[in-house]
């Protein structure tokens, strides 16, 4: 069935260091890879997205690659901050739905 | 960006009331919205499917009946959590959808006690 692995669920690093984030998904049709970030109580917000005909994608100190052969993509952020500090989640929208299918989360822990 | 809004932000009611939560896309047309409901320290799970002028679609274990969905308009959908119960104390938050992109509402922390 449509599933998406998020690993790690926790990461702690140090200011200014690289931060990095993967997730695998089921559907080799999907099309679709956007990634949120979720501060404590409050929505989440889209950071980044990547379509399936694009391998990388950046945004200052944001990117997002996507490996379509073996079926998984990756959040890189990188000269991390303290405001850097949430919970992240990527999705995947499987080939002919409409909705997202998140991964588990993973909360990012920017130590100064 | 796509602005989604959600009402109220909380709401502490007692157990066998029914609360409605109404989203709304602001500046833009949501054709489909979604519903979802997190607990702390969890991942988003998604409820139900909403596309305006239709019946929801929900997902697996989902109660249509206790869970109302309406979505009367391209910028509304309202949920109803009818003789609500402590266990369905939680987060929920709407999502409109702007062409392929999901925009979050603030969310609703409902407290039923």
């Known amino acids: 069935g449509e599933n998406v692995e998020q690993h790690p669920s926790t990461l702690s690093v140090q200011e200014g260091d690289s931060a990095v984030i993967k997730c695998t998904y089921s559907?080799?049709?999907?099309?679709?890879f956007p990634w949120y970030k979720q501060e404590l109580g409050k929505r989440p917000q889209l950071i980044i997205d990547?379509?399936?005909?694009?391998g990388e994608k950046k945004d200052q100190r944001i990117a997002v690659t996507l490996n379509k052969t073996a079926k998984h993509f990756s959040l890189h952020i990188t000269e991390t901050q303290p405001e850097d500090s949430a919970v992240y989640f990527c999705?995947?929208?499987?080939?002919?739905?409409?909705?997202?299918?998140f991964g588990q989360g993973t909360r990012l822990t920017i130590n100064p | 960006g796509a602005v989604v809004s959600q009402h109220p932000s909380w709401v502490i009611c007692k157990s066998g009331t029914s609360v409605k939560i109404e989203c709304r896309s602001l500046d833009f047309q949501a054709t489909t919205m979604f519903w979802y409901r997190q607990f702390p320290k969890q991942s988003l799970m998604l409820m139900a499917t909403?596309?305006?002028?239709?019946?929801?679609?929900?997902e697996q274990g989902v109660e249509k009946d206790k869970f109302l969905i309406n979505h009367a308009s391209l910028t509304l959908s309202t949920l109803t959590v009818t003789s609500a119960h402590p266990e369905d104390s939680s987060f929920y938050i709407c999502s409109g959808q702007g062409q392929e992109t999901q925009y979050f509402g603030p969310g609703t922390r409902l407290l039923v006690l």
């Open positions: 559907d080799s049709a999907s099309n679709y």
């Open positions: 909403s596309n305006e002028g239709s019946k929801a679609t929900y």
């Open positions: 999705a995947a929208r499987f080939q002919g739905a409409q909705k997202l299918v």
């Open positions: 990547i379509r399936s005909n694009v």
